[in-house]
Protein backbone atom coordinates (compact mmCIF):
# COMPACT_ATOMS: atom_id res chain seq x y z
CA UNK A 1 0.00 0.00 0.00
CA UNK A 2 1.25 3.56 -0.75
CA UNK A 3 0.85 4.92 2.59
CA UNK A 4 -1.76 7.28 0.67
CA UNK A 5 1.08 9.44 -0.81
CA UNK A 6 3.55 8.35 -3.16
CA UNK A 7 5.64 9.95 -5.73
CA UNK A 8 7.56 8.11 -8.72
CA UNK A 9 10.47 9.59 -9.95
CA UNK A 10 13.31 9.51 -12.84
CA UNK A 11 11.23 7.46 -15.18
CA UNK A 12 9.89 8.83 -18.74
CA UNK A 13 5.95 9.14 -18.58
CA UNK A 14 3.64 8.08 -21.92
CA UNK A 15 0.58 9.85 -20.67
CA UNK A 16 -1.29 8.81 -23.95
CA UNK A 17 -3.15 11.84 -23.64
CA UNK A 18 -5.75 12.90 -26.13
CA UNK A 19 -4.43 16.73 -25.51
CA UNK A 20 -1.29 16.08 -26.58
CA UNK A 21 1.02 14.41 -29.56
CA UNK A 22 2.19 11.02 -30.12
CA UNK A 23 2.38 9.48 -26.77
CA UNK A 24 2.22 12.67 -24.94
CA UNK A 25 5.66 12.14 -23.55
CA UNK A 26 7.39 13.85 -20.55
CA UNK A 27 11.06 13.00 -19.92
CA UNK A 28 12.44 13.13 -16.42
CA UNK A 29 8.82 12.60 -15.18
CA UNK A 30 7.31 12.79 -12.02
CA UNK A 31 3.71 10.98 -10.86
CA UNK A 32 2.70 11.92 -7.16
CA UNK A 33 -0.25 9.44 -6.17
CA UNK A 34 -2.57 10.15 -3.61
CA UNK A 35 -4.81 7.25 -2.59
CA UNK A 36 -6.38 5.55 -5.69
CA UNK A 37 -5.50 8.85 -8.16
CA UNK A 38 -2.85 10.33 -10.10
CA UNK A 39 -2.84 13.76 -8.10
CA UNK A 40 -0.01 15.70 -10.30
CA UNK A 41 2.09 14.15 -13.38
CA UNK A 42 4.76 16.60 -15.12
CA UNK A 43 8.70 17.50 -15.51
CA UNK A 44 10.01 16.03 -12.03
CA UNK A 45 11.82 19.96 -11.49
CA UNK A 46 8.11 21.22 -11.33
CA UNK A 47 6.98 18.75 -8.49
CA UNK A 48 4.60 20.96 -6.55
CA UNK A 49 6.37 22.15 -3.06
CA UNK A 50 3.50 19.89 -1.15
CA UNK A 51 5.01 16.78 -2.09
CA UNK A 52 8.99 17.36 -1.51
CA UNK A 53 8.32 15.34 1.77
CA UNK A 54 6.64 12.78 0.33
CA UNK A 55 7.81 8.55 0.04
CA UNK A 56 9.45 8.82 -3.03
CA UNK A 57 9.93 5.73 -5.80
CA UNK A 58 13.10 5.70 -8.07
CA UNK A 59 12.29 4.07 -11.50
CA UNK A 60 15.59 4.39 -12.66
CA UNK A 61 14.91 5.85 -16.21
CA UNK A 62 12.53 3.15 -17.02
CA UNK A 63 9.38 3.74 -19.02
CA UNK A 64 5.71 4.73 -17.91
CA UNK A 65 2.61 3.91 -19.61
CA UNK A 66 -0.98 3.82 -17.74
CA UNK A 67 -1.88 0.24 -17.51
CA UNK A 68 -2.99 -2.01 -20.01
CA UNK A 69 -7.10 -2.55 -20.49
CA UNK A 70 -8.23 -5.42 -22.84
CA UNK A 71 -11.76 -4.19 -24.09
CA UNK A 72 -13.22 -7.37 -25.78
CA UNK A 73 -12.46 -10.47 -24.46
CA UNK A 74 -14.98 -13.93 -24.52
CA UNK A 75 -11.90 -15.39 -21.42
CA UNK A 76 -14.90 -17.53 -19.50
CA UNK A 77 -15.95 -20.71 -21.08
CA UNK A 78 -15.53 -24.17 -20.87
CA UNK A 79 -13.64 -26.99 -22.89
CA UNK A 80 -10.75 -26.43 -25.81
CA UNK A 81 -10.94 -26.28 -29.54
CA UNK A 82 -7.59 -27.85 -29.87
CA UNK A 83 -8.54 -30.89 -31.15
CA UNK A 84 -10.55 -28.91 -34.16
CA UNK A 85 -7.26 -26.84 -34.48
CA UNK A 86 -5.20 -30.09 -35.16
CA UNK A 87 -8.07 -31.26 -37.68
CA UNK A 88 -8.16 -28.31 -39.84
CA UNK A 89 -4.50 -28.53 -40.08
CA UNK A 90 -5.25 -32.46 -41.14
CA UNK A 91 -7.20 -31.32 -43.59
CA UNK A 92 -11.10 -31.63 -41.83
CA UNK A 93 -13.15 -29.50 -43.60
CA UNK A 94 -15.73 -26.76 -41.16
CA UNK A 95 -18.44 -29.57 -42.41
CA UNK A 96 -16.65 -32.74 -41.08
CA UNK A 97 -15.07 -30.56 -37.72
CA UNK A 98 -18.78 -29.52 -37.14
CA UNK A 99 -20.48 -33.18 -37.38
CA UNK A 100 -17.47 -34.16 -35.40
CA UNK A 101 -19.15 -31.65 -32.78
CA UNK A 102 -17.00 -29.04 -33.13
CA UNK A 103 -17.16 -25.30 -33.65
CA UNK A 104 -18.84 -22.94 -31.57
CA UNK A 105 -21.71 -25.46 -30.13
CA UNK A 106 -18.52 -27.91 -28.79
CA UNK A 107 -18.03 -24.83 -26.55
CA UNK A 108 -21.44 -24.27 -25.82
CA UNK A 109 -21.85 -27.92 -24.60
CA UNK A 110 -18.53 -27.95 -22.49
CA UNK A 111 -19.91 -24.45 -20.89
CA UNK A 112 -23.18 -25.73 -20.19
CA UNK A 113 -21.67 -29.33 -18.60
CA UNK A 114 -19.26 -26.61 -16.76
CA UNK A 115 -20.05 -25.49 -13.10
CA UNK A 116 -18.84 -22.30 -11.82
CA UNK A 117 -15.38 -23.43 -10.10
CA UNK A 118 -14.59 -25.18 -13.12
CA UNK A 119 -15.39 -22.39 -15.49
CA UNK A 120 -13.33 -20.27 -12.71
CA UNK A 121 -10.51 -22.26 -12.22
CA UNK A 122 -10.05 -22.46 -16.39
CA UNK A 123 -10.36 -19.31 -17.07
CA UNK A 124 -8.29 -17.62 -13.76
CA UNK A 125 -4.66 -18.72 -15.98
CA UNK A 126 -6.11 -17.11 -19.06
CA UNK A 127 -6.83 -13.93 -17.01
CA UNK A 128 -3.55 -14.08 -15.38
CA UNK A 129 -1.52 -13.87 -18.40
CA UNK A 130 -3.46 -10.71 -19.85
CA UNK A 131 -2.45 -9.49 -15.95
CA UNK A 132 1.34 -10.15 -16.07
CA UNK A 133 1.25 -8.24 -19.03
CA UNK A 134 -0.29 -4.94 -16.92
CA UNK A 135 -3.98 -5.38 -17.40
CA UNK A 136 -5.96 -3.77 -14.58
CA UNK A 137 -9.16 -3.18 -16.67
CA UNK A 138 -10.53 -6.20 -18.53
CA UNK A 139 -14.10 -7.00 -20.15
CA UNK A 140 -15.51 -10.16 -20.18
CA UNK A 141 -18.73 -11.45 -22.30
CA UNK A 142 -21.36 -14.19 -21.70
CA UNK A 143 -22.08 -15.80 -25.07
CA UNK A 144 -21.18 -19.76 -24.27
CA UNK A 145 -24.73 -21.01 -22.71
CA UNK A 146 -27.13 -19.29 -25.24
CA UNK A 147 -29.65 -21.00 -22.21
CA UNK A 148 -30.85 -18.67 -18.88
CA UNK A 149 -28.99 -20.68 -16.77
CA UNK A 150 -25.48 -20.93 -18.36
CA UNK A 151 -25.40 -17.20 -19.12
CA UNK A 152 -26.23 -15.87 -15.67
CA UNK A 153 -23.40 -18.58 -14.79
CA UNK A 154 -21.03 -17.12 -17.07
CA UNK A 155 -21.87 -14.10 -16.18
CA UNK A 156 -21.19 -14.61 -12.21
CA UNK A 157 -17.83 -15.89 -13.12
CA UNK A 158 -17.18 -13.44 -14.63
CA UNK A 159 -17.32 -10.86 -11.77
CA UNK A 160 -16.04 -13.25 -9.49
CA UNK A 161 -12.57 -12.82 -11.10
CA UNK A 162 -12.78 -9.45 -10.16
CA UNK A 163 -13.20 -10.29 -6.76
CA UNK A 164 -10.12 -12.99 -6.74
CA UNK A 165 -7.85 -10.89 -9.15
CA UNK A 166 -6.22 -7.37 -8.53
CA UNK A 167 -8.64 -6.29 -11.77
CA UNK A 168 -11.49 -4.23 -12.54
CA UNK A 169 -13.40 -6.58 -14.82
CA UNK A 170 -16.49 -4.80 -16.66
CA UNK A 171 -18.77 -8.21 -18.07
CA UNK A 172 -21.10 -7.79 -21.48
CA UNK A 173 -23.81 -10.10 -21.96
CA UNK A 174 -23.82 -11.55 -25.11
CA UNK A 175 -26.77 -14.33 -25.48
CA UNK A 176 -26.96 -13.02 -29.24
CA UNK A 177 -23.67 -14.54 -30.20
CA UNK A 178 -25.10 -18.18 -32.03
CA UNK A 179 -28.23 -20.10 -32.34
CA UNK A 180 -28.36 -22.56 -29.41
CA UNK A 181 -29.21 -26.53 -31.13
CA UNK A 182 -32.79 -26.07 -29.65
CA UNK A 183 -33.19 -22.83 -31.77
CA UNK A 184 -32.20 -24.84 -34.87
CA UNK A 185 -34.81 -22.78 -37.58
CA UNK A 186 -36.32 -20.39 -35.74
CA UNK A 187 -33.73 -17.85 -34.60
CA UNK A 188 -36.82 -14.92 -34.12
CA UNK A 189 -38.10 -17.22 -31.41
CA UNK A 190 -34.59 -17.36 -30.13
CA UNK A 191 -34.13 -13.36 -30.19
CA UNK A 192 -37.84 -13.17 -28.23
CA UNK A 193 -36.47 -15.55 -25.42
CA UNK A 194 -33.01 -13.20 -25.39
CA UNK A 195 -35.43 -10.04 -25.08
CA UNK A 196 -37.83 -11.56 -22.84
CA UNK A 197 -36.41 -13.64 -20.47
CA UNK A 198 -32.83 -13.86 -19.95
CA UNK A 199 -31.72 -10.38 -20.64
CA UNK A 200 -34.33 -8.63 -17.66
CA UNK A 201 -33.15 -11.86 -15.67
CA UNK A 202 -29.61 -10.67 -16.18
CA UNK A 203 -30.35 -6.82 -14.96
CA UNK A 204 -32.25 -8.28 -12.15
CA UNK A 205 -29.18 -9.31 -10.81
CA UNK A 206 -27.04 -6.49 -11.78
CA UNK A 207 -24.56 -9.31 -13.89
CA UNK A 208 -23.57 -6.85 -16.93
CA UNK A 209 -22.30 -3.54 -17.63
CA UNK A 210 -23.16 -4.14 -20.92
CA UNK A 211 -25.07 -6.02 -24.21
CA UNK A 212 -23.47 -7.17 -27.28
CA UNK A 213 -24.21 -9.38 -30.19
CA UNK A 214 -22.35 -11.36 -33.04
CA UNK A 215 -24.13 -9.68 -36.31
CA UNK A 216 -23.03 -11.32 -38.87
CA UNK A 217 -24.30 -14.46 -41.89
CA UNK A 218 -24.06 -17.14 -38.84
CA UNK A 219 -25.48 -15.53 -36.09
CA UNK A 220 -28.21 -12.96 -36.36
CA UNK A 221 -29.53 -10.00 -38.70
CA UNK A 222 -28.91 -6.00 -38.17
CA UNK A 223 -33.24 -6.23 -37.27
CA UNK A 224 -32.65 -9.33 -35.17
CA UNK A 225 -29.75 -7.47 -33.42
CA UNK A 226 -31.88 -4.28 -33.00
CA UNK A 227 -34.23 -5.91 -31.35
CA UNK A 228 -31.85 -7.07 -28.77
CA UNK A 229 -30.11 -3.23 -28.21
CA UNK A 230 -33.96 -1.91 -27.60
CA UNK A 231 -34.49 -4.05 -25.20
CA UNK A 232 -31.28 -3.49 -23.56
CA UNK A 233 -31.65 0.50 -23.50
CA UNK A 234 -35.09 -0.09 -22.01
CA UNK A 235 -33.02 -1.82 -19.31
CA UNK A 236 -30.44 1.37 -19.03
CA UNK A 237 -27.33 -0.76 -20.42
CA UNK A 238 -25.31 0.24 -23.46
CA UNK A 239 -24.60 -1.97 -26.28
CA UNK A 240 -21.63 -2.93 -28.23
CA UNK A 241 -21.25 -5.21 -31.76
CA UNK A 242 -19.53 -7.68 -33.16
CA UNK A 243 -20.12 -6.78 -36.96
CA UNK A 244 -18.37 -6.33 -40.75
CA UNK A 245 -16.17 -9.87 -39.40
CA UNK A 246 -17.24 -11.68 -42.33
CA UNK A 247 -18.92 -9.72 -44.59
CA UNK A 248 -21.11 -6.12 -44.64
CA UNK A 249 -24.73 -6.80 -43.52
CA UNK A 250 -24.73 -2.92 -41.98
CA UNK A 251 -24.38 -4.20 -38.36
CA UNK A 252 -22.00 -0.97 -37.73
CA UNK A 253 -24.32 1.71 -38.99
CA UNK A 254 -27.31 0.16 -36.87
CA UNK A 255 -25.13 -0.18 -34.11
CA UNK A 256 -24.47 3.64 -33.98
CA UNK A 257 -27.46 4.58 -34.78
CA UNK A 258 -28.21 2.86 -31.07
CA UNK A 259 -25.24 5.09 -29.87
CA UNK A 260 -23.06 1.87 -29.54
CA UNK A 261 -19.95 2.26 -26.98
CA UNK A 262 -17.92 0.07 -29.89
CA UNK A 263 -17.71 -1.92 -32.83
CA UNK A 264 -15.89 -4.76 -32.91
CA UNK A 265 -14.29 -6.71 -35.66
CA UNK A 266 -14.48 -4.29 -39.10
CA UNK A 267 -12.82 -6.04 -41.80
CA UNK A 268 -15.79 -5.44 -44.04
CA UNK A 269 -16.17 -1.78 -42.78
CA UNK A 270 -17.59 0.47 -45.16
CA UNK A 271 -17.63 4.11 -45.64
CA UNK A 272 -21.49 4.43 -44.61
CA UNK A 273 -20.74 2.56 -41.42
CA UNK A 274 -17.81 4.72 -40.85
CA UNK A 275 -19.22 7.92 -41.21
CA UNK A 276 -21.94 6.36 -38.83
CA UNK A 277 -19.55 5.61 -35.89
CA UNK A 278 -17.73 9.26 -36.37
CA UNK A 279 -21.16 10.85 -35.68
CA UNK A 280 -22.00 8.93 -32.92
CA UNK A 281 -19.30 8.53 -31.37
CA UNK A 282 -18.51 4.44 -31.64
CA UNK A 283 -15.25 3.33 -31.28
CA UNK A 284 -13.46 1.13 -33.75
CA UNK A 285 -12.10 -1.93 -31.90
CA UNK A 286 -9.73 -4.14 -34.10
CA UNK A 287 -9.17 -7.80 -33.20
CA UNK A 288 -5.80 -8.97 -34.88
CA UNK A 289 -6.10 -11.93 -33.41
CA UNK A 290 -9.03 -13.31 -34.79
CA UNK A 291 -7.57 -11.96 -38.18
CA UNK A 292 -4.21 -13.50 -38.11
CA UNK A 293 -5.90 -16.70 -36.79
CA UNK A 294 -8.39 -17.46 -39.08
CA UNK A 295 -6.52 -16.39 -41.54
CA UNK A 296 -8.16 -13.72 -42.88
CA UNK A 297 -7.58 -11.81 -45.92
CA UNK A 298 -9.68 -8.34 -46.11
CA UNK A 299 -8.06 -6.10 -44.18
CA UNK A 300 -10.10 -4.06 -41.94
CA UNK A 301 -9.80 -0.18 -43.50
CA UNK A 302 -7.72 1.66 -41.15
CA UNK A 303 -6.48 4.83 -43.10
CA UNK A 304 -10.42 5.33 -43.45
CA UNK A 305 -10.83 5.06 -39.76
CA UNK A 306 -7.73 7.52 -39.46
CA UNK A 307 -9.28 10.08 -41.63
CA UNK A 308 -12.41 10.21 -40.13
CA UNK A 309 -11.08 10.67 -36.96
CA UNK A 310 -12.39 7.58 -34.77
CA UNK A 311 -10.77 6.06 -32.22
CA UNK A 312 -9.40 2.93 -32.57
CA UNK A 313 -8.78 0.30 -30.16
CA UNK A 314 -7.19 -3.16 -29.54
CA UNK A 315 -8.16 -6.18 -28.11
CA UNK A 316 -7.40 -10.07 -27.71
CA UNK A 317 -11.15 -11.23 -28.59
CA UNK A 318 -9.60 -14.22 -26.12
CA UNK A 319 -11.48 -16.95 -27.44
CA UNK A 320 -11.48 -20.89 -27.97
CA UNK A 321 -12.27 -20.46 -31.99
CA UNK A 322 -11.23 -18.18 -33.17
CA UNK A 323 -8.96 -16.08 -31.19
CA UNK A 324 -6.95 -18.24 -28.63
CA UNK A 325 -4.88 -15.14 -27.75
CA UNK A 326 -4.11 -14.15 -24.46
CA UNK A 327 -1.37 -11.17 -24.67
CA UNK A 328 -2.23 -7.47 -25.46
CA UNK A 329 1.50 -7.08 -26.15
CA UNK A 330 1.54 -9.39 -29.00
CA UNK A 331 -1.60 -7.94 -29.94
CA UNK A 332 0.32 -4.67 -30.69
CA UNK A 333 2.24 -6.89 -32.94
CA UNK A 334 0.12 -8.33 -34.43
CA UNK A 335 -1.79 -4.99 -35.07
CA UNK A 336 1.71 -3.39 -36.37
CA UNK A 337 2.81 -6.12 -38.96
CA UNK A 338 -0.69 -6.92 -40.34
CA UNK A 339 -2.82 -3.90 -39.61
CA UNK A 340 0.27 -1.90 -40.53
CA UNK A 341 -0.82 0.44 -37.47
CA UNK A 342 1.89 2.17 -35.89
CA UNK A 343 3.37 1.79 -32.45
CA UNK A 344 1.84 4.76 -30.94
CA UNK A 345 -1.78 4.02 -32.42
CA UNK A 346 -1.09 0.41 -30.88
CA UNK A 347 -0.68 1.80 -27.26
CA UNK A 348 -3.32 4.16 -27.35
CA UNK A 349 -5.76 1.28 -28.77
CA UNK A 350 -5.07 -0.75 -25.24
CA UNK A 351 -4.96 2.11 -23.17
CA UNK A 352 -6.56 5.27 -23.73
CA UNK A 353 -9.01 4.06 -26.59
CA UNK A 354 -9.96 0.72 -24.84
CA UNK A 355 -11.13 2.63 -21.86
CA UNK A 356 -13.48 4.96 -24.15
CA UNK A 357 -14.70 1.12 -25.75
CA UNK A 358 -15.77 0.74 -22.44
CA UNK A 359 -17.25 3.87 -21.27
CA UNK A 360 -14.22 4.20 -18.83
CA UNK A 361 -12.59 7.66 -20.00
CA UNK A 362 -13.39 9.62 -17.18
CA UNK A 363 -11.52 7.07 -14.71
CA UNK A 364 -8.46 5.80 -16.60
CA UNK A 365 -6.72 4.83 -19.94
CA UNK A 366 -4.00 8.11 -19.39
CA UNK A 367 -1.63 9.25 -16.91
CA UNK A 368 -3.69 12.39 -15.86
CA UNK A 369 -4.27 14.27 -12.54
CA UNK A 370 -7.64 12.66 -11.16
CA UNK A 371 -7.37 9.39 -13.23
CA UNK A 372 -7.07 6.60 -11.22
CA UNK A 373 -3.10 5.20 -10.62
CA UNK A 374 -3.42 3.07 -13.20
CA UNK A 375 0.20 2.35 -14.17
CA UNK A 376 2.51 0.07 -15.96
CA UNK A 377 6.33 -0.02 -15.78
CA UNK A 378 8.49 -1.31 -18.12
CA UNK A 379 12.30 -2.26 -18.88
CA UNK A 380 12.52 -0.85 -22.42
CA UNK A 381 13.96 2.86 -23.25
CA UNK A 382 11.40 3.77 -25.84
CA UNK A 383 7.24 3.22 -26.03
CA UNK A 384 7.76 1.36 -29.90
CA UNK A 385 9.63 -1.35 -28.18
CA UNK A 386 6.22 -2.61 -26.64
CA UNK A 387 4.97 -3.31 -29.91
CA UNK A 388 8.04 -4.22 -31.52
CA UNK A 389 9.48 -6.93 -29.34
CA UNK A 390 7.24 -10.71 -30.01
CA UNK A 391 7.07 -12.99 -27.30
CA UNK A 392 8.72 -10.52 -24.25
CA UNK A 393 7.03 -9.12 -21.63
CA UNK A 394 8.77 -6.34 -20.02
CA UNK A 395 6.55 -5.02 -17.59
CA UNK A 396 8.69 -3.98 -14.28
CA UNK A 397 6.28 -2.57 -11.97
CA UNK A 398 2.76 -2.36 -11.87
CA UNK A 399 0.35 0.21 -9.96
CA UNK A 400 -3.40 -0.81 -9.94
CA UNK A 401 -5.38 2.32 -7.95
CA UNK A 402 -2.61 3.21 -6.49
CA UNK A 403 -1.03 -0.05 -5.14
CA UNK A 404 2.12 -1.10 -6.46
CA UNK A 405 0.59 -5.07 -6.88
CA UNK A 406 3.82 -6.32 -9.06
CA UNK A 407 6.75 -7.09 -6.75
CA UNK A 408 10.05 -6.85 -8.53
CA UNK A 409 13.53 -8.01 -7.57
CA UNK A 410 14.74 -5.47 -10.46
CA UNK A 411 15.49 -2.19 -8.97
O1 LIG B 1 -15.73 -19.77 -32.45
C1 LIG B 1 -15.99 -19.26 -31.35
O2 LIG B 1 -15.96 -19.87 -30.24
C2 LIG B 1 -16.30 -17.75 -31.29
C3 LIG B 1 -16.03 -17.07 -32.59
C4 LIG B 1 -16.05 -15.58 -32.36
N1 LIG B 1 -17.31 -15.09 -31.94
C5 LIG B 1 -17.66 -14.03 -32.67
O3 LIG B 1 -18.64 -13.34 -32.46
N2 LIG B 1 -16.77 -13.82 -33.66
C6 LIG B 1 -15.80 -14.74 -33.58
O4 LIG B 1 -14.85 -14.86 -34.31
FE1 LIG C 1 -15.40 -11.54 -29.98
Redesign the pocket.
Known amino acids: MTSGRTVLTNLTAATLSAQADGYGLIHDAAIAIEADSISWIGPAKELPEEWKDAPQVDLNGRLATPSLIDCHT?IVYGGS?AREFEMRLNGATYEEIARAGG??RS?VSATRAANEEELLASALPRVDALLAEGVTLLEIKSGYGLDLDTELKMLRVARKIGELRPVKVLTTFLGA?ALPPEYEGRSDDYISFVCDEVLPAVKAENLADAVDA?CEGI?FSPEQVSRVFDRAQELGLPVKI?SE?LSNLGGTAMAASHKALSAD?LEYLDAAGIQAMKDAGTVAVLLPG?FYFLRETQYPPLQELRDAGVPIALAT?A?????PLTSLLLCMNMACTLFRMTPQEALAGITRNAAQALGQSEFCGTLEAGKQANIAIWDVKEPAELAYRIGFNPLNRLYFLGEDITKTQAN
Do not use: E, K, L, V
Request: proline share 6%; hydrophobic share 20%.
Open positions: HRGITHFAHQHADNPGSS
